[in-house]
């Protein structure tokens, strides 16, 4: 290193105190022990904080969730750059916490509120499209807290599209002088970009394709500095355990909501969800042979509605093996309008059967989105050999062999979606 500074000192002038201060920070950056050793005491003192510590299995479900935190941390704190953007997978089946929707695709790209940024791609077949800008530093780096939504850009509504579905919009703080194309304000509090592709019918719908430049920049790319690189190797062990410290916070908070075996519709716009949708938030707490029946009206118009399972730690259950969630396109409806859904680990052989998928407790999730009602769905825990009783008579009998194939076919669709 020091031959490549006495090198740089020749070429550019430089003078000798500058090769002095470059050499002592280049000296003073922390090696690989350093950065792996604030990992080591993470695991316990998260397990630690779980509503059973005790619990070998949940223990390890937590170990896992911070592996999964680590390794999204690479895209978080090396990947992404508001210099160089580019919309990377936030949520999927790799990445399912904090209540991952697998009607989604998500993708995120980080923003500064000076910069000049152009998103253009196609729109694709999905039913819904939404860019979401979004403000604080927590969902980008894990610092501070999560900050409100800022505004919603439907590509359906926002933006003029081509007869192939092709579309370009420039994002900034101010319309560029000149420009007569789609342009979208960008608020002076935005810190990154959601891209939520909400399918209904997975094995049909075609997502769309998006890219995002920053044009007020040169298109060439810099080579990362040491100093770079080693910011976001050091701020690893904090993003790991904030995200990890946000989502026993939201499950406790649920929790003592008292909304174990019961849902409510909450607006979470503040915390970054979708300001035109209504979460509904629940958890469940069943014994092997007990299930927990929902029932919920369906609003006379809505554009768009879920729900799914999720485990203590957010984490959506495996939406590529079980069937843990339904939307207007898979739920059946009965006679009377209403949805009804059972939540069990045995399968009842019901159509609208959400897997507990062997988890004694666990999260309940659904969305509301851009409807004319925000009902909460009424729960009651029953015995799983009793579920019939709190149906309609004719709910129809689905035998061992129609849910391998609902199986088999929700698989494929899932490996069809652009997931990464």
């Given at each position: ?214 044009v007020d920049l040169p298109a ?44 409510e519709a909450h607006d979470l ?151 990464w």
């Open positions: 290193m020091k031959k490549i500074l006495l090198l740089a000192s020749a070429l550019f002038g430089l003078s000798a105190s500058t090769i002095a201060l470059a050499e002592e920070k280049l000296d003073s950056l922390a090696t690989w022990p350093d950065y792996m050793q604030q990992l080591v005491p993470l695991g316990d003192r998260m397990a630690d904080l779980l509503h059973d510590p005790k619990d070998p299995q949940l223990r390890q479900e937590m170990y896992r969730f911070l592996h999964e935190m680590m390794s999204q941390g690479y895209f978080a704190l090396q990947y992404q750059d508001t210099r160089y953007p580019d919309f990377w997978p936030m949520f999927n089946q790799a990445y399912p916490y904090f209540f991952a929707n697998p009607d989604d695709a998500y993708y995120q790209a980080v923003v500064e509120d000076s910069g000049v940024y152009k998103i253009s791609g196609f729109r694709g077949t999905t039913r819904i499209v939404d860019f979401e800008i979004g403000s604080g530093l927590f969902v980008p780096y894990a610092k501070g807290k999560l900050g409100p939504t800022l505004k919603h850009y439907d590509l359906d509504h926002d933006v003029h599209l081509g007869k192939d579905g092709s579309f370009q919009v420039i994002l900034s703080a101010e319309r560029p002088k000149g420009y007569k194309g789609d342009w979208w304000k960008l608020d002076a509090n935005a810190t990154f970009i959601w891209v939520r592709q909400i399918s209904y019918d997975w094995a049909k719908e075609v997502d769309g394709r998006f890219a995002i430049e920053r060439i790319k810099p080579r990362d500095s040491a100093a770079r690189i080693a910011e976001g190797m050091q701020h690893l062990p904090k993003w790991t355990e904030s995200w990890a410290q946000a989502v026993l916070k939201w499950v406790g908070r649920l929790r003592d909501q008292g909304l174990v075996n019961k849902v716009s503040a915390t970054g969800g979708i300001s035109n949708q209504r979460y509904i938030e629940g958890m469940w707490d069943l014994q092997p042979d007990e299930a927990l029946v929902l029932e919920t009206e369906i609003p006379k118009q809505c554009r768009y509605w879920m729900f799914q399972l999720n485990d203590e730690l957010t984490n959506t259950l495996d939406w590529n093996n079980r069937q843990i969630t339904l939307n207007g396109h898979t739920a059946r409806l009965d006679k009377d309008g209403k949805f009804r859904a059972v939540i069990s680990s045995r399968d009842p052989g019901v159509p609208n059967w959400l897997d507990a998928s062997g988890y004694q407790r666990g999260l309940i999730t659904g969305r509301w989105k851009e409807c004319s009602s925000y009902p909460d769905p009424k729960a009651t825990k029953v015995n799983v050999a009793d579920v019939r009783k709190y149906l309609p008579a004719d709910t129809p009998v689905v035998t061992a062999e129609a849910r391998d194939a609902t199986i088999r076919a929700r698989r494929k669709a899932t490996q069809l979606r652009r997931r």
